[in-house]
């Protein structure tokens, strides 16, 4: 590995450890042997590169979401299929060193970085897209805008607010199944009116 990637791998260590905004250039320097003249000549700057390595840190997650690579099993827009993704989902906010604490971090911090923040936000849209295409099976290249706009964010919304959950009481946060039964009784209702 070169230099960047380094920086890059180093980075990502010590947002684990230590979080976006104690995390210093020293310690990604220290963590990955490089050099302090090259964050800036690789990323522009410290925060750029902590940016680029949170957003790594996301896709790489996206990984467990899809059951650790092995796929989902379930057909793409039941309520099986959401009750397995969002079971995926859940065991990774029970992992020790999850990586949802450092992303409330970010999101708080949001005001105080805004071209971290405005990075993010794409990053985020990204994210809504992979999200329906994981419970829908469309392929990610094929989710319109208008669909990201729509289901993505309704998604996303959900995510954030079960990680708040998870991260301020574990043990009355919801699981799979009571999330994929008020999502029932949702739909009941708007069909009945």
């Given at each position: 590995m070169g230099?960047?990637?380094?920086?890059?791998?180093?980075?990502k260590r010590c947002l684990l450890a230590k979080g976006f905004a104690r995390t210093t250039a020293r310690d990604i320097v220290k963590e990955s042997g490089t050099n302090l003249a090259s964050i800036g000549y690789h990323y522009g700057s410290k925060d750029a590169l902590l940016a680029q390595a949170y957003v790594?840190?996301?896709?790489?997650?996206?990984?467990?979401?899809?059951?650790g690579g092995a796929g989902?099993?379930?057909?793409?827009?039941?309520?099986?299929?959401?009750?397995?993704?969002?079971?995926?989902?859940?065991?990774?906010?029970?992992?020790p060193g999850s990586?949802?604490?450092?992303?409330?971090?970010?999101?708080?911090?949001?005001?105080?970085?805004?071209?971290?923040?405005?990075?993010?936000?794409?990053a985020q849209r990204e994210?809504?897209?992979?999200?329906?295409?994981?419970?829908?099976?469309?392929?990610?290249?094929?989710?319109?805008?208008?669909?990201?706009?729509?289901?993505g964010y309704f998604y996303v919304t959900l995510l954030m607010g079960l990680v708040m959950q998870w991260h301020f009481d574990p043990r009355t946060a919801p699981e799979a199944d009571q999330l994929t039964e008020g999502l029932r009784r949702v739909a009941e209702g708007f069909t009945r009116n």
């Open positions: 230099h960047r990637e380094d920086l890059l791998e180093g980075a790594e840190l996301v896709e790489d997650m996206s990984v467990a979401f899809d059951g989902v099993h379930a057909p793409p827009g039941s309520a099986e299929r959401f009750q397995e993704v969002w079971a995926n989902i859940i065991a990774t906010m029970r992992e990586m949802w604490r450092l992303s409330l971090e970010v999101v708080v911090m949001g005001d105080q970085l805004p071209e971290l923040r405005d990075r993010l936000a794409r994210a809504a897209r992979g999200i329906v295409a994981l419970f829908t099976g469309v392929p990610e290249d094929s989710v319109t805008d208008e669909t990201v706009d729509t289901v």
